[in-house]
DNA sequence: CCTTACGTTGACGTCAACGTCAACCGTTCC
DNA sequence: GGAACGGTTGACGTTGACGTCAACGTAAGG
């Protein structure tokens, strides 16, 4: 009940090992279960099989939390692949290392611009309500 | 020199009424003259006509500014657009006020959530640059 | 056994945000 | 004066991210 859309970054260790229908996981992740086959046929995540059905588990749901998240941010789904690729790799060897730690600091650096970019936006909302609270305070001088 | 694609928030004083041609401000702001068509297209920014010609003033400058770093947070032009034109709309009625206040809670809200995600991204990309250099360090002890 | 609910696979549709191409116009410069 | 250059207007193409629809499977319940 802490967030809207029953916020399922949870990892309550009572339910040893949950699974999900794609319905369920649909909702609380709020979207729809087409988004989810198609973040499926992207790559993105690879429920379990059993039978034709799909079933999810805490990983699936884990990399749907970290998706969505590249969504909020705007991110092309392309790019969130190989950001979430990013993390469950094995080690790897150094050539690979060297690679990744590339990656990271281009991403870096995005999410920096990105955060400036917020960061001066908000700051002229700021500016913004002022000066609609002005224009507002000089329209009725006292409230009715 | 301050950033990679020469950085046009200018307001030089010495220049009292630049102009520019599409040319100058799509290279300018790295985007082709596509695009800035295409925003102008749907409203975002609207260059004098001089004959056949667009000419492009500081004005169409600052809103092209303003519509790129919306771009860049990765809003939908169709909301850019409700938001640059909250910036240089006249003063307004009372009603008009309260709504574009009500505008202003919503786009705050919306830039702090994704402010959230981005700190999450950027404290999990330090977390894996530290697995990742401790992994390295553990294939070459001394560096060759 | 039949319905109902949920799930699955194509496959085509759509919408935003441009890319690309053709055809054309107006200066300018040699 | 004509060729090159930059600009303009359609108009169609493309790509990403899904929506939507049809047709079908299957497990459960009455």
Redesign the interface.
């Known amino acids: 009940m802490t967030s809207r859309t029953t916020a399922p970054t949870d990892a309550l260790p009572d339910e040893p090992a949950r699974e999900w229908t794609i319905a369920e996981v649909a909702q609380e992740f709020g979207v729809t279960h087409r988004t989810v086959r198609h973040y499926e046929e992207l790559g993105l995540i690879s429920p379990e099989r059993r039978g034709t059905r799909r079933v999810y588990h805490r990983r699936d749901r884990t990399r749907l939390a970290l998706v969505l998240?590249g969504r909020?941010?705007?991110?092309p789904l392309e790019e969130i692949s190989r950001i979430v690729n990013?993390?469950d790799e094995p080690?790897?060897?150094?050539g690979q290392?060297?690679y990744?730690?590339g990656q990271?600091t281009d991403?870096?650096r995005d999410?920096?611009?990105?955060?400036r970019?917020?960061?001066?936006?908000?700051q002229?909302?700021d500016e913004?309500?002022r000066r609609?609270?002005r224009?507002?305070s000089a329209?009725?001088p006292a409230s009715p």
Do not use: K, N, T, V
């Open positions: 998240r909020r941010l705007g991110f990013m993390y080690p790897g060897e150094q290392l060297a990744l730690l990271i991403r870096r999410l920096e611009q990105r955060r970019d917020i960061e001066d936006s908000l002229e909302l913004l309500e609609c609270r224009d507002l329209l009725e």
